[in-house]
Structures are given as C-alpha cells and as structure tokens.
C-alpha cells in the first residue's frame, strides 16, 4: 500500500444515541398516530436535518407552550425541561409527550434529592443551553451555574459547613469538565461528587472514539449543527488530541475544496443527533475527491436503548386463561 493513499478513519461508535432515537421516534410516531400537526417545544433535538425532515412532515416547531393552541398535543425536547415548563403546559390543556432523555431525567432527579437534602448544587454546564435551564428549574433557589473553567472564580463563597455537590450537563467534554472539578475542588474541599456520571454514555464513547483517530488526521470532519454541544465538544477534543484541523459541517456541501489541500488521512464522526445518511454523503463526497479508504475503527459496541413515551409504546395484548 502507498504510504501517500488517501483515506478516512471513521469513528465509530458515532451519531445517534439511544435518547436521540427516541426523541426522533416520539415525533414520527405522533404524527402517525395523531396526525398533523403535532407541536414541539425548541428542537427535538440540535440538528437541522433532522428538525427541517420533521417539519416537512408536520411537525410545528415552538418556542414555548403558549404558542400552542389549546388541547392540541406538545412534544417535550430530547434536552428537558424545568416543571415551570410542565405546569404551563398542563394550564394550557396541552396532551404532552415528554421526549426527555432518560439519561437527563436521571440528572433532574438527582437535582431534586440534592435539594431536598439541603445541598447546594454547582452545575457544569453551558449558560442558556436548554437542558442546564431544565436542570437548574428542579432547584433554582440552589443551583449555581459553572459554565467552564472561569465559571468556577464567579462563584460565591460557600462555607465549609454548607453542603455541596456538582452535577453537570450530559454533553460536555470530559476532560474540561474534570478540570473544573479540580478547580472547584481546590475552592470548595467539601465538594461531594455526583452518586454518578452526569455526562453519558454516548457523549463519553463518542469523545473516546475521536481521541482514537486524531493524532492520525491531517483533518477531522464532524458531522453535526452548530447549536449541538455534543459534536462541538467532539470538534474541540480532535484539536486537543492532535488533529491537524477540525471542522463542524451540517453537510458535505459545507466542506471547502481548500480543507483537503495537502492532506492524506480524514477523521470522520458524526454527533449524536446526526442521522447516519449524512455522514454517508460526506463519505460519498470524499471518494469524489480520491478518499476512498475507509477504515472504521471501533473504541465501543454501543447496545443500549429506551422505550418510547408511555402514550406511544403499543397496547399490550393480555392472554386469556385458558
Ligand atoms: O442533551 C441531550 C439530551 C443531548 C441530545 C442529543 O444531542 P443534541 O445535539 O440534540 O444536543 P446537545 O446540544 O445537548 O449536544
Ligand atoms: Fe441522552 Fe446522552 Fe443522547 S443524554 S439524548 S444519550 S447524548
């Protein structure tokens, strides 16, 4: 093999996760079952494929719940939200479907028993990200944002008698978030951790497969939108971990010819709200263009999957005795 051929590692795992599934899923199924127009609440999930593929189907993307008319039936996003949110919907006489990711639910629990027992809670997150305004609506009154490493000097002085603990938002990057608890820890010593991992599964195995691959890639393509925290972390950790250049792309048109100037091997991933066709289009485009070696190379086998909103899991059939 020539040591100069052109190819792709393509990470894997990569694009959807189990919550992302579902949420899409919860959609498709509604307007299947109660035709359109179904509402949603914000993005299903952050992708412009996805939520433009939806629409064309009949989905009506909102705001909030009172652009929603009355009685009609409201799809909560993939990324939470706070029970100011659920009680508004519930005054209006919506019929909601929550599309909330388990994984998140799991998070806003924790937010709640924290709050119950007199805690504190300093949450690693992004300011005005959807799921850290869900999240931090289970428990305003004691919920401090730390939004990166600089978030950690704005906060108040915490006594060593007053009980603390960190959370954090699913989708960040692991290793700046560890940095922040170092930091916090070196303020606040009593800082307890979370019972467990904040940031999932498929956030975790997505950044992995991608510090696989950078140190090899003169470029890394991720396939992903600009509001999706999840595949920016990934276009952040490929810098960190060695490739050469790294973009975010809705689509393979967004690539630029010049991207590919000089360069022999291509990193490719896909966030976890990217639906598969796409990052084939981004292969289709770089075989074009003489990249057509790919290699996956796997860092996880991912298995895990959530049922659907009660509302929308099929009817059991019951036996009859015999
Ligand atoms: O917060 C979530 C439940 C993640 C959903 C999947 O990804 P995406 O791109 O919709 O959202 P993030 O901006 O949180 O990564
Ligand atoms: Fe859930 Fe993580 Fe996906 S929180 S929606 S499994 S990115």
Redesign the pocket.
Known sequence: MSSTEKKVLLAAPRGY?A??DR?VETVEKALENYGAPVYVRK?I???RFVVDSLRERGAIFVEEADEVPEGAHLVF????ISPAVRDQAKSLNLQTLDA??P??TKVHNEAKRFDRDGYHILLVGHEG???VEGTSGEAPEVTHLVDGLEGVDQLPDYLADEKLVWLS???LSVDETMQIVVKLKERFPHLQDPPSDDI?Y??QNRQVAVKAIAPESDLFLVV??Q??????RMVEVALQYGAKASYLVDFATQIEESWLDGVETIGLSS???VPEILVRDVLEFLAERGFTAVDEVTTASEKITFALPRELRPARTVKQAL
């Open positions: 996760c919550g992302v949420a993005e999930v952050h992708n996003s993939a990324h939470g909330t990711c994984l998140v990200h959807e799921e938002q699913t989708t999932c498929a956030t992903g939108s509001n999706s925290s999840n595949s920016k966030g976890a709200s």
